[in-house]
């Protein structure tokens, strides 16, 4: 189904994030993760693409075994970084073959250890260049369904590389002007940059769905990840402050968890398109959410 079929009929929608398994005991936790999250009926989950293509074989492979053994719509990553306009095509063909009907187009990662990365000698600089070129696929008729539905990023918090918050909204306008279908936000853990950065898509004149995404923290030691890979992560001091009570690793859980909660409860009064929860290929802080949320009877 395409992603603006399903957002209209889903108000809000929920959805997860998984990222590929690299090794078979790690495969087997992740199949274990989906089945215990599908019975939450998301809308849809989404499949991370490793830095620099690195889980391009991976990523496809988990794509095709969602969409053949549930009924849950799978939406892959796909980036700029690494390819060429004749890999993604080939890329998409495939994708189109499986029946998968969406995709979220990225700029991506470089490849590790690879900070001088030369953004000028691929094909597609921006993200923009990658919906441009998804949405030219589309035209051409060789998606036996219509076409894909295509997703890009937004940032509550601020682009890590673009600390000029003007130019970043030109980036955002631009991704949306070459066809962009949704936009799904980074993590954020104060809802009042999300609801900013939602006010000003509208001052932009971007007016397709924003899915707001959430982490919630539930280990210090994940929590200084989280700091490292999704550069710019602000933690506000109500959260902090809270973190520092903890007296034990399962306290620390309950805190983030229940912290979550509360962006939920209050994202949703707030009228949010939907949520979208990085799982981390775990299920219970999802399922402990959605509890609290009053969705299931459950965790």
């Not at 936790?29 to 215990?36: F, H, P, V, W």
């Not at 094909?123 to 035209?139: C, K, P, Q, T, W």
């Not at 859980?253 to 409860?265: L, P, R, S």
Request: glycine content about 8%; charged content about 20%; proline content about 6%.
């Amino acid at each position: 189904m395409h992603i603006r079929d399903i957002l209209r009929h889903s108000k809000p929608s929920f959805s997860f994030e998984f990222f590929p398994a690299r090794t078979e005991a790690s495969a087997e936790d992740l199949y274990q993760t989906i089945s215990e999250l599908e019975p939450l009926a998301p809308s849809f989950v989404s499949i991370t693409y490793g830095a620099g293509g690195g889980t391009r074989e991976l990523t496809h492979q988990l794509v095709a075994r969602i969409k053949e053994t549930t009924g849950i719509p799978p939406i892959p990553h796909l980036t700029c970084v690494g390819h060429t306009k004749a890999e993604v095509e080939q890329l998409l063909l495939r994708y189109a073959a499986l029946g998968v009907c969406n995709i979220l187009a990225l700029r991506g990662d470089p490849p590790k250890n690879q900070n001088d990365y030369d953004w000028s000698h691929g094909d597609f600089r921006y993200a923009s260049d990658l919906v441009r070129f998804i949405r030219e696929f589309n035209e051409s008729g060789r998606h036996p369904l219509g076409g894909f539905g295509i997703g890009v990023a937004g940032f509550p918090e601020g682009h890590p590389t673009t600390p000029n918050r003007l130019a970043e909204m030109e980036h955002l306008k631009a991704k949306c002007a070459e066809g962009a279908d949704y936009i799904c936000t980074q993590l954020f853990f104060d809802n009042h940059d999300f609801f900013d950065f939602r006010d000003r898509c509208v001052l932009e004149g971007i007016n397709i769905p924003i899915i707001a995404g959430i982490m919630p923290v539930t280990s210090l030691s994940s929590m200084k990840r989280m700091a490292e890979l999704a550069a710019g992560s602000r933690y506000p001091a109500k959260l902090l402050r809270v973190l520092s009570r903890a007296q034990d690793p399962q306290a620390v859980e309950n805190v983030g968890i229940h912290y979550a909660a509360q962006q939920c409860n209050e994202l949703l009064d707030g009228g949010v398109d939907g949520l979208h929860f990085y799982t981390l290929n775990k299920s219970s802080a999802t399922r402990q959410i959605y509890q609290s949320l009053g969705m299931v009877t459950s965790a």
